[in-house]
C-alpha cells in the first residue's frame, strides 16, 4: 500500500488532474455535505413555519435569501475540492473549519425569518460570522493554492480578492442597521462581486482544473440531499395518522409524497450533466450557478410537504387551497425550470418540451382548482404527485431522443 494512503502528510496543492480516470467523492467531502443537510432542514423548517402562520411574503423572501447563502457556501468549496482536494492533514482541518462556519450559518437562519417579519432590521448577524468562518478558511485554501500552483496563481487573485471584498460588505451590512428592503438592495453590491470572481476566473484565465464527472457527481449527491426534505415532509405529513396505524389515508400520502419526491429525481437524473461539462467546460458557469434556483425549489417542495402535514393536524393558518399552492408553486419552479436549465447548457430546442410543459402546468393547476371546489388535501396531492412523470413519461417515450441528439453534437 502506498505510504501516503497511510499518512495524511503535508502535500503540495498542484492542482488534481481534470482527466483523471474513475474520480469521485470523498468520504470528507460526503462528512461536510451533511452540515448542508443540516442547513437545509433548517431553511425548510423556518419556511414551513412562516407559511403555516400565514406569513407568506416573509417566509419566501427569507428562503430565498437562505438558499442563496447555503448554495453559494456549498457551491464555492465544491469546485475549490474538485481541483485542489490534497486529502491532507492542512486540508481536512481547514475544511472541518468551514463544517464549523456553515452550522454557525444554520444556527442564525430563524431570528433572520422572523426579523423580516417581525422587525425593522434585518437580523443577519449570526449568518454573517458563519460566512466569516467559512471565508477565512475558505482564502486559506485560495492561499495555499497559489504559493504552490504558480501557474494559476492570477485565477487564486481573482478568487482571493472577490471573496475579501465582498465578505467586508457583507459584514458592513450585518453591523449597519438598515431597514430590511435597504439592506436587500444594498445586498445587491457584495452578490455581484462574489459572481463577478469566479466568472472572471473561469472566462479570463481558464479557471482552476476541476474534474467535470466529480463535478457533476457532487451536484447530483447535493440534489439528493435537497430531496431528503420531500421524504421528511412526507413523514411529517403522516404524523397526525400515526394513532389510527395503517389506513387507506395513510398508504395514500405516503404513495403522494414518494412519487412527488422519486419523480424529481428520475427527472433531474437523466440529463447529461458530465457529458456537457467535459465537452463544453465554458458552460460550467451557467450549469454550475443555475443550479441555485433548482436547489431551494426542490428544498422548498418538502416544505410545502410540512406545511400541509401543519394542515393535517390543525395547525395551520392556510386555506386547503393556500396549502396545495405550497406544493405546487416550488414544484412548478423546478419543473418548468428544469426545462429552461436544460435548454440553457445543452444550447438545443425541442420542440417536444413545449408540450410536456404545457401538460404539466394542466397538472399544476388542476389540483389547486380541485382544492377550491372542496376536494380532500391528499387527493389533491395525489394529483399533484404526477406532474414529475409528465416529463419522466415523456422521455422514456419520445424525449431521450432529443438527449441522444444532443450527447452526438457534443462529441461530435
Known sequence: MPEETLQHRRRRMLGRDPDEGHRAATPLELLFDLTFVVAFGTA????????????????????????FGISWAWINFTWFASAYDTDDWIYRLTTMLQMVGVLVFAFGLPPMFESIHHGDTLDNDVMVWGYVVMRVAML????????????????????????????????????????????????????????????????????????????AERYGLMVIIALGEGMIGTMAALTPFTEDGLTLEVALLALAGTALTFGMWWTYFVLPHAEILTYRRQRSFVWGYGHMPLFGAIVAVGAGLHAAAYYVDHHSDLTRVATVLTVAVPLGIYTLGLYLFYALISWSADPFHLLLMAVTVVLLVAPVLMAASGAGLITCLLVLSLTPWVTVLGYETVGHRHNAEVLAALRS
Do not use: K
Open 44 to 67: 425548510a423548517n423556518s419556511l414551513s413555519h412562516a407559511l403555516v402562520e400565514d406569513h407568506v411574503v416573509a417566509g419566501i423572501v427569507g428562503f430565498a435569501f437562505a438558499t
Open 140 to 215: 486559506a485554501q485560495w492561499w495555499r493554492a497559489s504559493r504552490h500552483d504558480a501557474g494559476r496563481r492570477q485565477v487564486h487573485a481573482v478568487y482571493g480578492v472577490s471573496i475579501v471584498a465582498s465578505q467586508v460588505l457583507w459584514c458592513v451590512l450585518a453591523i449597519v442597521d438598515l431597514p430590511v428592503t435597504t439592506t436587500f438592495v444594498a445586498m445587491m453590491v457584495p452578490f455581484l462581486i462574489e459572481v463577478s470572481g469566479p466568472y472572471v476566473a473561469e472566462r479570463r484565465y481558464g479557471g482552476p482544473p476541476w474534474h467535470p464527472h466529480h463535478i
